[in-house]
């Protein structure tokens, strides 16, 4: 049994759930803290009066016109299935018990440790010498997956990592998640919106959308 952390809804919006890319702000995360509890993914996935807290990184070289965004395509054959074979513009994962030991978790809290063990993992960077700055939340119950989950979205600037773009792409290459990575210049993400107009015809999901809409990547 797998368990990840989550929070009623109500604690989050007392009145209407807003939707879309919100401001950091939209969410006081420490008025939050005391709601936060770790419980049973599997049953979470399909109760919609809880959300799962989600780390949601976005790597990010440039800026103005020179901003470029490392998108990946996820593997058919994902963890969570209604993702598969989708282009994102995220990294990461749950929020799990194995984080509150983390030797950083008194200094980036439950929620920025987490963060920071899904960009190791997730793209084998030296998380612990990259900035994360939050961009926004992301809430939004258009789609199934994206009705259990809210989004803390970081952006990592890797203008400080040693080495060229080709180099960042193999290290997140070599790990288990992506079927394909590349750099796309932020100003051409909004024309790779919907259907079939993302890199090789494929899509992007719903939460790449979002961020992208809302101008989170925009140099």
Known sequence: MRSILVVE?????????????????????AALAPHLFFAERDYMETCAHYKQIIPYLMLVRGHGDQRRVLAYQRRTKHTEARLGGLWSVGFGGHVEPLDRTAPDVAAAGLIGAAARRELAEETGL???????????????????????????AFTVDLDGVDGPDDDLLASVMAQAEPHRALWIPARELPDALGEGRGPDRGTFEDWSRIVIEGGALAG
């Open 9 to 29: 809804r109500r604690h989050l919006f007392p009145g209407l759930s807003p939707q879309g890319f919100l401001s950091p702000d939209a969410v006081d995360l």
């Open 126 to 152: 030296a998380a612990d010498r990259l900035e994360l700055d939050l961009a926004g939340i992301i809430n939004s119950d258009r789609e199934d997956v994206s009705s259990v989950h809210l989004g803390l």
